[in-house]
Structures are given as C-alpha cells and as structure tokens.
C-alpha cells in the first residue's frame, strides 16, 4: 500500500502564497507521475498540475504562470507554490501519485485533501 499526506493548505487572502507539500510513503518501487487535483463546493474535481518522474510538467489554464510543481524523488514528496491566489482557487487539493510498487504492480493513489480558502 502506498500512502499520501498532504499539509500546508489554509486560509490566505487574494494575492498571496501557499505552498502545499505531499510525500509518500510505503511500498514503493518506483512512481511515474505526481499531482495536484481539486475540488470547489458544487463543481468536479480537476487537475491542477502533474510532474513526471523526469521532471516534465502540465498545468491548468486557470493556474498557469501562477502555480509551479515540482517534486523531491529522494522524498518521494511533489510541491504546489501557489502564486497570486485568487478566490475561485478556494478548494480541497488533492495529491495524487501513480507507479509501482514493490511487488512491481501497479498502484495509484490519493491522499485525504487538505483546504485551500483564498479570502478577505
């Protein structure tokens, strides 16, 4: 089993910064790709931004040139810089990890949301 705790959400006001975390932990092999979803009261969950093992990235157009992820493979941990926040990033963020274990089968993984409220 391959677990994921996310920290760092909270309340910011608009304009400002967080910087959201996510390791894994357990048996794990190897993980392929990382990633942030989202999910607002009323709406569905999307992708926010993902990383590739090798470091290749994809973003949102609503958080592109606002956002950047990256990701320590030594820590098997991925990183959300959120940049000048805006009320409609208000959510739960979601990480989300997908590759093998060690038994080398597969496995893909969330972890248990953590709040993002960009408020005055």
């Known amino acids: 089993q391959v677990q994921l705790v996310e920290s760092g959400g909270g309340l910011v006001q608009p304009g400002g910064s967080l910087r959201l975390s996510c390791a894994a932990s357990?048996?794990?092999?190897?993980?392929?790709?990382m990633g942030w979803y989202r999910q607002a009261p009323g709406k569905e969950r999307e992708l926010v931004a993902a990383?590739?093992?090798?470091?290749?990235?994809n973003y949102a157009d609503s958080v592109k040139g606002r956002f950047t992820i990256s990701r320590d493979n030594t820590k098997n941990t991925v990183y959300l810089e959120m940049n000048s926040l805006k009320p409609e990033d208000t959510a739960v963020y979601y990480c989300?990890?997908?590759?093998?274990?060690?038994?080398?089968?597969?496995?893909?993984?969330w972890g248990q949301g953590t709040q993002v409220t960009v408020s005055s």
């Open positions: 989300t990890a997908q590759g093998w274990d060690s038994d080398y089968l597969t496995f893909g993984s």
């Open positions: 357990g048996s794990i092999f190897s993980i392929n790709v």
């Open positions: 990383i590739t093992s090798g470091g290749s990235t």
